[in-house]
Each structure stands twice: as C-alpha cells, then as structure tokens.
C-alpha cells in the first residue's frame, strides 16, 4: 500500500487493484497566474501582504511533495507580469547578459519540472520575454504559438518546444522503482496576439487550441508518452467547440490521449462551486469530460494539486484512479524557515531585485499641484475621478481603431472606490498636493481592475446617470435633517460619467433601486446632461469607458452587457494610470482636468441636508463653499457630519 499520503489517496477505495499489485501515487502540483506575485507584499501600497505569493505557496509545494511518493511542479502561465516588479524589470533595469528574470529564478529556486506561457507573457514583448525564458533551469513548453504559421500545426515555426517528454522513475509503495515518460503540452489563448499587438509587431501568431492539441497529442504518443498533462492556460467554460475560443478546457479535455489538464487563466478555483451544473464539468469528481482537471486560482494564494493511482503492468502504465484539489495559502499555519526551505530559497532569489523594486515605487511618478481627495465626490468635487477618467479616455481612444468605432465621442465611468461607508471614517482617497509615488496611484484606484470599453447610446449613458443617482436618498424641499447619500450604494456604485455635466434634482424619486433594478419607470433624477455644452443625443452613439466588471454587467448598468464591449485586453487600469501620471514626465505636473466635467444638485429652497464624510475633510470646507457647511461634529463611528444647504444648487 501507499506509504505516505494515504489519507489523501488510499489504494483501497479504488477497485481493479489486486492483492500483491504494486501501486504508485504520482502527484501533480499545479501554479498558475502568478502575475509575479513572489514575496507576499504589496508593492502599491508599499506594504507587506499576507495571502500571495509564490514564496509563501513554496510551503504548500513543499507539503504536497512530502505526502506524495512522486510528484511533478508545473507553473501554468501568466508569471512574468502584474507588480511593479515586472514593470521594474521590463521597463527601467531591463535584462542584461546573465541576469535572470525574478519569475524566473524563484521557479529555479523550487525546480519546477515544466512550465507554459499564458496571455501575459506577451504584456513587454517577445524579445524581452524570450531572454526571461532563457534563464529556466526547465522546460518551457506552448503547442499554439508560432513565429510562423506552415501549411498546417506541425509544419509551423514554433515559438517554443510545443511539448516535452519527461522520463522519470516513479517509486512505487514498496519502494522498487518504475520508467514513466510523460508527455507535458502547452496551450495560451489564441487572443494573445490581438491582445498585446501593439508589443509584437505580427511576430506572433497562434493557432485553435483543439486544432494544435490534435496535431501535436498523437505525436506524443507515438514517441513513447505513457501519460499527457496538458499545461492549458485556458479557462473552463463552454462544452462546444469553436475555432479560436478563449476558453476551451472543456472541449480540450475531450481529445484523447490527454490525460490531466492544468487550467488558468480566469483566475479561479477547480474544483469548486463556481463550476458547478456545467456541461461535462464535474466538480465532485474534480474532473472534465472525464479527465482529471485542476485551476489553482492565481497570485500564489492557492495551489492546485491532481493525484493519479497508476499501476505497471507489462510495461504499460494504467490509471485506477485520479482526484484533485486546490490548497489555499490561508490554510497553513506560517512556521520558522530553515535556512534551505523552498519559502527561503525563493525569497532569496528574488531579495536584489525585491530591494531595487522598494526603491523604484517609492520615487516620485509626478507631481498634483491639488490635493485629490475623495471626501466630497458626491457633492461634485471630482479631481480625484477626472484624472482617473481622463487616463482611461486616453488609453482607449489609442486602443480603437475599428473604423465604424472611431471618431465616436468617448466617455468615462469613474466611481469614489473609496468614499467612506463600510471602509470607515479613513477609507477615503486622500493624495496630498506635491510629488506622487505609486501608493498614491493605488489610492486613487484601489482595486486591480482591468479596462474595458463599451458602445453605448445617449440613452443608455442617461439610465447610467440615473442609476447612479440611486446613491442619494430622496429629499423633500423644505426639509431638514435628511442624510444625503443613501448608506446602502456602496462608492463604487456611484458612477461619474467624464467630462459631461450632470444635474441632479434629488427631490424626485430614485429610478432604479440600490441593487439596480429599475423600480420606477416614471422617475426622472436627472435634469440635464451635457457633452460640451450640448444636450445628450439618446440616439447617437458614445464609447464609454470603464473596467471589466462593470462591462460584464456588475452593478446592473444599463449597456453594460458583454455584447456591447468593445476593448477589453486585461489592463490594469492601476497601470494605465501610472503610465498616464508618468507620461508627464518625472517631476512634471499632473494636468489639469480638462474644463467641463462637473455634477450639480437642482436648487431645493429652504431644504438642508446631512452629509457624512471622513474628518479629514474639514481642511477642504473651501471646496464646497456654495453648500455653506456648517460642522454637526462627530458621528458614533467617527464620521465627521455636515449640514449643507440646498437652497443655491446650480
Ligand atoms: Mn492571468
Ligand atoms: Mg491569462
């Protein structure tokens, strides 16, 4: 039986093994979207992060290879970009002769037996990825990218290995030993050459995930795999095939001769609920169409493993069982590092590079000659969302270049991600006037979404607004005492559209509710909506941009529905940003919002209201003169509360 590990994999709940039958437990141990997430510290805000990384994840790998006679690390792509680590290195040090990319060293560090590449790799371009991976110390494997495309899959250029054959010698439970050669592939979505165009200049092409596993699989096994892992940088999604699908796990696992799958690239966990009921999917076995499957979640938070219970016989290795799960860094209890753990030997690798990276955050991006705060956004103080807006507007009039798309007028979704509510009387964005290092970038955009632009008509853009407005609560005029925002629309849901000019009358009642659904179809809160002097056109067409959840119908926007997206390549809006700040040039003033942009209450005679905020507020009164503040003190939780009168509106 089973020496080690038999809690997880008991010989015995699998039938077809007889009496005196040797069997071998071979593990499979999964990272996957790691995005450079290698010490546990978040370089935005410049402090340590509990809960990522791989050198953190190096314990769970150290576990899982303990309990297991025999056991394989794969990473499943998407390393080499997502910290300011990565931009460090490809941007300002660069790769000189003999240096090794920090992904790539803490893999070394852990001797990974193989990897493939994912979306991101491309992010910095080929040349500078092809010199990252020439410091593996392992093979780095993609069966669907190719320099240049042949008359068919096997007659292309490849850009990698499109697989590997490792031969190894797997202990069975009595310890005699046993040939295996395994077949590892691998797969990126074909997306990737649209997506990072503009860094690969058409030296990239890719090919139909199915279409290459079917040209390279059978070749694999002619040349003497006994087992095929797939290292699929692929998400689980629809059952059916279609050529170029960006997902395909699901028909990919129906090729034969592939025997387990390493998924990714969406970032999330298999098995687990969020697979459930879907087609050839089962989440109780851990498989997809019947093959052990695995999706080790991302950033080194989780790591994914798959079990086989193999057995040789006659030379040919059979499989009497299979299980997988995923590891969650939560679930181990930080212990002392001896100096030769993997946890160690991984931050070691990466503690030069971690240095320079401190340093590099932490010099000025720019400078804000204004103090961006977010403490009254709601009462139409907006620096803080124009910048911001005015980044992403930037960005995707660059990335458009579909004729029937440009020249349209673009617009900007931003929201107060921090305006107070259940973040506390601190959870505001609050950047002094002076130079900005990137912990002020995060506070302007605290969250890693990533961009994304829909088509939308005026009409849409106005039931946006009206949505919107669902953050306040209803005012009676000549009424006293009325708390303004409503407590249950959280900041984000409170959506600026850049650079109309927006007012409200807050004496009507609410059209949609705070979830979203529209409850009064006769409501209208907002009076006027301007582009530029002009009235909105319900009929005319805009590009509005805004980040990938709201785009795929978070928060219920009207227009925000996948149909109408129009850019979405994975950036994170947190990047653009500082590349916007930056562009200024080092030390150069952030601009000035453009003229226009603004958001105005009606006039409600005679009525006051209160406005709770966080304390720090009371050094920008002046911003909001027009509303005569005038302190009410503290609230219980520490909200510094407002009376502010209506009266003068617009
Ligand atoms: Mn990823
Ligand atoms: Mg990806």
Request: glycine letters at 10%.
């Amino acid at each position: 039986m089973i020496t080690r590990g038999t809690t997880l994999l008991n010989p015995s709940t699998f039938s077809g093994l007889a009496t005196g039958q040797r069997a071998v437990h071979l593990r499979l141990i999964e990272t996957t979207d790691l995005h450079l997430h290698i010490l546990p510290y978040d370089y935005y805000a410049d402090r340590p992060w509990t809960g990522v990384g791989l050198a953190q994840a190096a314990r769970l790998v150290e576990q899982a290879r303990s309990e297991a006679a025999n056991a394989l690390l794969f990473d499943n792509g998407d390393f080499l970009q997502g910290t300011p680590m990565g931009d460090f290195v490809a941007h300002e040090r660069g790769l000189r002769e003999g240096d090794v990319h920090p992904a790539i060293a803490a893999m070394n560090a852990l001797d990974y037996d193989a990897i493939t590449v994912g979306n991101h790799e491309f992010n910095y371009g080929l040349d500078f990825l092809m010199k990252a991976l020439g410091g593996a110390a392992f093979p780095v494997v993609s069966a669907n990218l190719m320099t240049r495309r042949g008359a068919a899959a096997r007659a292309d250029a490849m850009l990698l290995k499109p697989y590997v054959l490792l031969d190894r010698m797997l202990v069975d439970d009595l310890g005699a030993r046993h040939p295996i050669r395994i077949g590892v592939i691998g797969f990126a979505p074909p997306q990737v050459t649209e997506w990072d165009s503009h860094a690969l200049d058409g030296r990239l092409q890719a090919r139909d995930i199915l279409e290459s596993a079917r040209a390279w699989v059978p070749e694999m096994r002619e040349a003497g795999a006994d087992l095929i892992v797939a290292l699929a940088h692929t998400g689980i999604g629809a059952a059916r095939h279609q050529d170029g699908m960006e997902n395909a796990a699901v028909p990919l696992a129906r090729v034969a001769g592939i025997d387990a799958l390493l998924t990714g690239h969406s970032h999330l966990l298999f098995p687990s609920p969020v697979f459930g009921g879907m087609a050839d999917v089962d989440i109780a076995t851990g498989t997809i169409a019947g093959k052990p499957a695995v999706m080790g979640g991302c950033w080194g938070a989780h790591v994914g493993l798959i079990d086989f219970l193999l057995l040789r016989e006659g030379g040919v290795w059979r499989v009497l069982g299979t299980r997988s799960e995923v590891r969650a860094l939560g679930e181990t209890a930080p212990r002392a590092e001896t100096p030769s753990s993997p946890a160690r030997r991984v931050a070691e690798a990466v503690a030069a590079v971690h240095t320079d990276t401190l340093r590099a955050i932490r010099r000025p991006v720019g400078q804000s000659d204004a103090a961006l705060h977010s403490y009254f956004t709601h009462l139409g103080v907006l620096d803080s969302l124009h910048i911001v807006a005015e980044a992403q507007r930037d960005y995707v009039r660059r990335r458009i270049d579909d004729p029937d798309l440009v020249g349209l007028p673009i617009l900007s979704a931003v929201a107060p991600f921090k305006a107070g509510g259940r973040g506390g009387p601190a959870g505001y964005t609050d950047v002094p006037a002076g130079p900005l290092a990137l912990r002020h970038i995060a506070d302007l955009y605290p969250f890693p979404n990533s961009i994304a632009a829909l088509c939308v008509t005026g009409a849409e853009v106005l039931e946006w607004l009206e949505r919107s407005a669902a953050a306040f609560n209803r005012i009676r005029p000549g009424s006293t005492g009325t708390l303004l925002r409503n407590p249950e629309v959280p900041g984000y849901n409170f959506e600026v559209i850049d650079p109309l000019d927006v007012v409200y009358d807050l004496s009507q009642p609410a059209r949609y509710d705070t979830g979203g659904v529209l409850v009064d179809p006769e409501a209208h809160r907002v009076v006027s909506a301007r582009l530029a002097g002009q009235p909105l056109d319900p009929e005319a067409r805009f590009i509005l941009c805004t980040n990938s959840y709201r785009a795929g119908g978070a928060g219920q926007f009207a227009g925000a529905r996948t149909t109408n997206i129009v850019l979405s390549d994975e950036r994170v809006t947190r990047d653009i940003l500082r590349q916007h700040v930056a562009s200024a040039g080092i030390l150069g003033a952030v601009r000035a919002p453009a003229p226009g942009g603004s958001l105005r209450f009606a006039a409600l005679p005679g009525t006051t209201v209160i406005f709770e905020t966080g304390p720090a507020a009371h050094r920008h009164l002046a911003q909001i003169a027009r509303f005569r503040p005038v302190s009410r003190g503290l609230t219980r939780a520490g909200f510094l509360r407002l009376k502010l009168d209506l009266s003068r509106g617009v």
